[in-house]
């Protein structure tokens, strides 16, 4: 199982930008699509972003298409996801999770398809 720690959250400005980062630790990162959740008070957690194993194919949710970009570096055993024009309805915890078994069938995996996760990191997006 793969260890997965976030940072890079905080408070900014709408229109503003974000970049979080998922360290991984554990068996081998560069086995295990990465995907990155958000969860809203009161709300379920939800997909935002995507990746595969070799970094080649990436998917969104509507929500964050255009705004978001998921990207990682193997060598570094480390995910991102780069936050642009930011809105308060971006606001909530953000979890990075690794995949079970590789690459995924789904373009909107599900919280069941990822076997570890982060302790999350609060993203907070003020009008």
């Known amino acids: 199982q793969v260890q997965l720690v976030e940072s890079g959250g905080g408070l900014v400005l709408a229109g503003g930008s974000l970049r979080l980062s998922c360290a991984a630790s554990g068996r081998t990162f560069s086995s295990s699509a990465m995907g990155w959740f958000r969860q809203a008070p009161g709300k379920e957690r939800v997909f935002v972003a995507y990746i595969t194993t070799n970094g080649g194919h990436t998917y969104y949710a509507d929500s964050v298409k255009g705004r978001f970009t998921i990207s990682r570096d193997n060598a570094k055993n480390t995910a991102y996801l780069q936050m642009n024009s930011l809105k308060p309805e971006d606001t909530a915890v953000y979890y990075c999770?690794?995949?079970?078994?590789?690459?995924?069938?789904?373009?909107?995996?599900?919280?069941?398809?990822?076997?570890?996760w982060g302790q999350g990191t609060q993203v907070t997006v003020s009008s």
């Open positions: 999770a690794a995949s079970r078994f590789g690459d995924l069938i789904s373009s909107a995996p599900s919280k069941a398809d990822f076997g570890s």
